[in-house]
């Protein structure tokens, strides 16, 4: 349950009392665990006691923590992702009877605790022909009368935990200059590119890293006022904007990817 230490952008105000504050960041997250170990004989405590240091080996690559415990996180099955930095199994009198405890650090790079389900949703782009979409049909007669806006598609996305959780995107063509907007804040987060029938872009607002076709890397200059989005605690509804492009078969849409966060 502790928090994460804050690494601060403060600045001292020279001349003057206190100091600038500056954007908080949250640090690394270190985690102890202890696994005690018992067994009824010699082979079966050895075998036990081999498949913990397996299970919790210094100098391997970080990996999913799932737990559940009450209270924490919401009660309900979490993971973080990290990887094990120290072990300590002490060689005591207790060995004799089969009984030991292993105590592991684990060094989580990432400060989250994530829920273990993964939410998704979908929305288009708004096309005319679409029933409620309007559009004009040639040839025409004056005076001429068109349908109405076509209907937006939204995501609608929920964070049942206590922090703004990062999110995974996907745009995919023909679009061009896509967008995806923060209907309930305004914030928004578009891309300066265009993708034909077939491309995808996916774009991680945790990572900051955006990929076409999921593997070739893509620096796009999105402007000053692109927001890396996260879902905020609680419910809010993301929208898909751009530019089709005429004559490309297809159909433009954006998937997004998200889970409870808890700090």
């Keep these: 349950m502790d928090a994460p230490d804050v690494r601060t952008a403060d600045r001292r105000r020279y001349g003057r009392h206190g100091d600038t504050s500056g954007t908080d960041y949250l640090g690394p997250r270190t985690i102890t665990v202890s696994v005690e170990v018992s067994a009824r004989d010699d082979r079966e405590f050895s075998a036990t006691m081999d498949t913990v240091a397996r ?59 994530h829920d273990v389900l993964t939410q998704t949703g979908q929305a288009r782009l708004p096309t005319a022909g679409r029933p409620g979409g309007g559009g004009i049909r040639f040839p025409t007669r004056f005076p001429v009368r068109t ?27 023909p679009i061009t200059d896509p967008r995806v907007t923060n209907l309930r804040t305004g914030e928004f987060l578009e891309l300066r590119y265009t993708l034909l029938a077939g491309q995808w872009l996916d774009v991680d607002t945790d990572t900051r890293e955006v990929l076409l076709n999921g593997s070739a890397p893509r620096w796009l200059t999105p ?32 998937t997004a990817w998200w889970s409870s966060t808890w700090i």
């Design 55 to 113: 299970a919790f080996a210094p100098g391997t690559d970080t990996a999913p923590l799932v737990f559940r415990f009450p209270g924490v996180a919401g009660s309900g099955t979490r993971y973080v992702v990290g990887k094990t930095r120290k072990r300590a199994a002490p060689i005591t009198w207790s060995l004799v009877h089969h009984h030991a405890v292993v105590t592991a650090e684990i060094y989580c790079p990432s400060p989250w605790i």
């Design 147 to 173: 349908g109405a806006a076509p209907a937006a598609e939204v995501i609608r996305a929920t964070n049942h935990g206590t922090t703004p959780a990062p999110m995974r995107l996907r745009f995919r063509g």
């Design 223 to 254: 402007g000053t006022r692109n927001t890396w989005l996260h879902l905020a605690p609680g419910t809010a509804e993301f929208g898909l904007s751009g530019y089709r492009i005429p004559g490309e078969p297809g159909e433009p849409d954006l």
